[in-house]
């Protein structure tokens, strides 16, 4: 029997307090997520219960328990708290995935500090851009990744203390402080009190213009995370639960710490890069019975196709679930084959903070499909001109969603008028706080779709030019704008290319500077560039020259018309389009 | 030519994927992948490197993390498709 049983009842007699009777939690508790996946689950007697299996390159292995979580994130919040840090301010962890981000991500919340984690394999620009924006004070990194943090740290005014929480103390610079938790557990530490609007989490995401832009998430996203995480993810106490995600996305938060811990799950983290074989070995030793993954991954799988899968015992899994980008039907089909199960989509984004629109154990399976609404949300689809919700089945508009879940982001750091851009029907003045509970307004997701007379909703694709690869969001502006840093690029665009495992990788369009010629030296040198720069997700994996980007009469590049070209598509109004 | 060639990928690998201060032996058997020295996410920049300047096409499911792991395996690999 799964947990949600029937999905129409639930939908029912649904209120998100039953995230409560899910937790146990009682009125009057303290309300940290940081606490509720350590001291609570300890305080239930199952302090002895592991809590994270960890595995790393070579093989090597640690395992903890939720009693040591508990001591070891009070050791990260009473470190912090000794620094001077304070409640609300932002403390970056940017680091592997490695046992310390998820246990520094509990202390960080345990002392009311808001977790800011960050894609490791950033570059120092991408890094740079964020922590500046979100006037971040701390960082805690590791050796191997200090060295992209001293590149900026002068740009970097707010920023006080860079910590190195793990790798070889030696050869730190001045000022860098060398910090190892398990050298100082804290037995009894005095959690802060947050409540459910107290900043928690703040996680980048990328648009079309403009850099990235701070999603902040409040301590009352757990009900929301813990009741997908029981009723899509179906975890139960006895699960060994794997989410291949990594923290400095949303997905690494919400489904790889939040959801599973605040249910005292036990779950598995690998450390060690992508293979078919390594994972399935993972799964097999480490008897994984819950696992959610992405399609870049799942399509990886299937690429090395079903006589591997034979190679090893998965017979654990009882459950798989997928995210980041639309599953395809081939996906789902092959997984019911080769595993015995399907995989299960699910869709929700950064700013909505746990799953919008899913596929839920025992229901009926559409592959290609993204399910139906969890209950509780009331999602449509907005006509693409008048933004009125569409009635008739199979119209191609936005999705939309009728503010209010717990686990909705509170703003945008520093750009209101971005956030209220979101709301269909909001008034010029309305405020974060009046946007996110009324429920007379649509928050537009940026995706389009269309659902069928059964309810189920069809992804169709962005409503913008945000590339989507491997399930990551890059911005083409962020790209864009490191490009003409490039000595010898003088106009860049960027856009997604369609790509059979990853959905689609960046392809830019450039024109040189003179005195620079076309090469295969030149074309590695600006995807090396980027790769630095910014990250292996934004690196180029096609670059062509031009002689001229196609632009507006006011100048600006047309991106879409060049996407179009791309993809075979419509090339649409072109009546902007500068002469030649 | 081999020589050449495995003298090639490790000048590229350490001028692109090692930093000055990292104080880090690179030789012809030393752990690129496992090590954390290349990232699994910028193997495609190697693996773009290898097809442009060795003339020749790696199919991605060949092109994985352990065949990438060391100088020696890298350029295994590249001979393998070169012939």
């Known amino acids: 029997m799964s947990n949600i049983g029937s999905y129409e009842k639930r939908r029912e007699n649904f209120s998100w307090d039953i995230a409560k009777e899910v937790l146990g939690w009682k009125e009057g508790e303290i309300l940290n997520i940081g606490a509720m996946c350590s001291d609570r689950i300890c305080a239930q007697g199952k302090g002895d219960k592991k809590a994270l299996i960890w595995q790393g390159f070579g093989g090597r292995q640690k395992t903890y328990t939720f009693n040591d979580l508990r001591v070891l994130s009070n050791g990260y919040a009473g470190f912090l708290q000794n620094l001077g840090v304070d409640p609300g301010d932002k403390v970056c962890l940017f680091m592997d995935k490695i046992p310390e981000l998820y246990i520094s991500f509990l202390g960080v919340l345990k002392m009311g500090a808001v977790a800011q984690p960050l894609f490791s394999a950033f570059g120092d620009e991408s890094l740079e851009v964020r922590l500046f924006s979100a006037d971040t004070r701390v960082i805690f990194t590791t050796r191997k990744h200090v060295k992209k943090v001293r590149k900026i740290q002068d740009r970097l005014p707010a920023l006080e203390k860079i910590v190195v929480v793990e790798g070889n103390p030696d050869k730190l610079k001045e000022g860098e402080i060398f910090f190892r938790v398990e050298e100082f557990p804290v037995e009894d530490f005095n959690v802060y009190e947050s409540g459910p609007e107290t900043p928690s989490v703040l996680h980048y995401t990328s648009g079309t213009t403009g850099q990235p832009k701070g999603a902040q998430h409040a301590h009352a996203s757990v009900w929301g995370q813990a009741l997908t995480s029981s009723w899509v993810l179906d975890l139960k106490d006895d699960d060994v639960y794997w989410c291949t995600a990594d923290p400095g996305w949303v997905t690494g938060t919400s489904y790889g710490i939040i959801g599973p811990w605040s249910l005292g799950v036990t779950q598995c983290v690998l450390d060690s890069g992508f293979t078919s074989a390594a994972w399935y070995r993972f799964i097999q030793d480490n008897k994984v019975t819950v696992w959610y993954s992405a399609p870049t991954a799942i399509r990886s799988l299937m690429r090395d196709g079903e006589e591997l899968v034979k190679q090893y015992d998965l017979s654990s899994l009882r459950h798989l679930a997928s995210v980041g980008e639309p599953l395809n039907a081939e996906a789902v089909i092959w997984s019911e084959k080769v595993y015995g199960l399907p995989f299960l989509d699910t869709f929700w984004q950064t700013e909505t903070g746990s799953m919008m629109i899913t596929n839920f154990p025992g229901m009926k399976i559409k592959p290609g499909s993204m399910g139906k609404p969890f209950p509780g949300i009331v999602a449509g689809i907005l006509d693409l001109k008048t933004h009125e919700p569409v009635t008739e089945p199979g119209t191609v508009g936005l999705i939309a969603f009728r503010p209010g879940w717990p686990s909705m982001f509170r703003e945008y750091v520093k750009k209101p008028e971005i956030y209220r851009s979101k709301f269909v029907g909001a008034a010029d003045d309305a405020q974060p706080a009046e946007l996110r509970v009324d429920e007379s307004l649509w928050y537009v997701s940026g995706d389009r779709a269309s659902f069928d007379k059964d309810g189920y909703y069809w992804f169709v694709g962005r409503d913008d030019d945000v590339i989507n690869t491997g399930g990551h969001l890059v911005g083409p502006f962020e790209i864009e704008s490191a490009l003409v840093e490039h000595e010898a690029i003088a106009e860049a665009a960027a856009i997604g290319k369609p790509d059979e495992v990853n959905m689609e990788v960046v392809k830019v369009f450039i024109t040189l500077n003179p005195g620079y010629e076309p090469s295969d030296d030149l074309e590695l040198n600006i995807m090396n560039f980027i790769r630095k720069r910014l990250s292996p997700l934004a690196m180029p994996q096609e670059i062509e020259y031009s002689k001229k980007l196609p632009k507006t009469r006011s100048g600006k590049i047309l991106r879409r018309y060049l996407k179009a070209l791309e993809w075979g598509e419509e090339v649409g109004d072109l009546s902007t389009l500068e002469d030649d | ?83």
């Open chain 2, 1 to 83: 030519m081999a020589e050449e060639m495995k003298d090639m990928v490790l000048e590229y690998v350490i001028d692109e994927y090692v930093d000055e201060d990292d104080e880090i032996e690179v030789g012809f058997e030393t752990p690129l992948i496992s090590s954390g020295i290349v990232d699994s996410f910028s193997m495609v920049s190697l693996k773009v490197f290898l097809e442009k300047k060795c003339h020749v096409s790696l199919p991605d499911k060949e092109a994985t993390p352990e065949a990438f792991d060391t100088v020696n395996k890298i350029c295994e690999l590249v001979r393998r498709f070169q012939d």
